[in-house]
């Protein structure tokens, strides 16, 4: 098993940057795909990014290309989501979740087996 636990949000003004944190415990953070979800208030929940176990592979939504980068580094067993250009709709709760087999990402929210507590990004206009 692995326990997830996010930081780094917070309020921002629109066009400011954010760096959101996902520190995993137990099982290394390697052996897991892992991913950026989001939840606005009153919508579903939605994908956002993920990253392989290895680094080598990941996947974003369009609305995020080109704003946010999602990495991961194995010595912190910890995987990180820039998000830059931050828009008011990109405002919601941000959750970090993980999956095996690892070297599998993909966009589904029932792909994803553990899940962190969450983290409050909000943009203001």
């Known amino acids: 098993q692995v326990q997830l636990v996010e930081s780094g949000g917070g309020l921002v003004q629109a066009g400011g940057s954010l760096r959101l944190s996902c520190a995993a415990s137990?099982?290394?953070?390697?052996?897991?795909?892992m991913a950026w979800f989001r939840q606005a208030p009153g919508k579903e929940r939605e994908f956002v990014t993920a990253i392989s176990g290895s680094g080598g592979s990941t996947t974003y939504i369009d609305s995020v290309k080109g704003r946010f980068t999602i990495s991961r580094d194995s010595a912190k067993n910890t995987v990180y989501l820039q998000m830059n250009s931050l828009k008011p709709e990109d405002s919601a709760v941000y959750y970090c979740?993980?999956?095996?087999?690892?070297?599998?990402?993909?966009?589904?929210?029932?792909?994803?087996?553990?899940w962190g507590q969450g983290t409050q990004v909000t943009v203001s206009s």
């Open positions: 979740a993980a999956a095996t087999p690892p070297n599998i990402i993909a966009p589904r929210l029932q792909r994803y087996d553990y």
């Open positions: 137990g099982r290394t953070s390697s052996s897991y795909a």
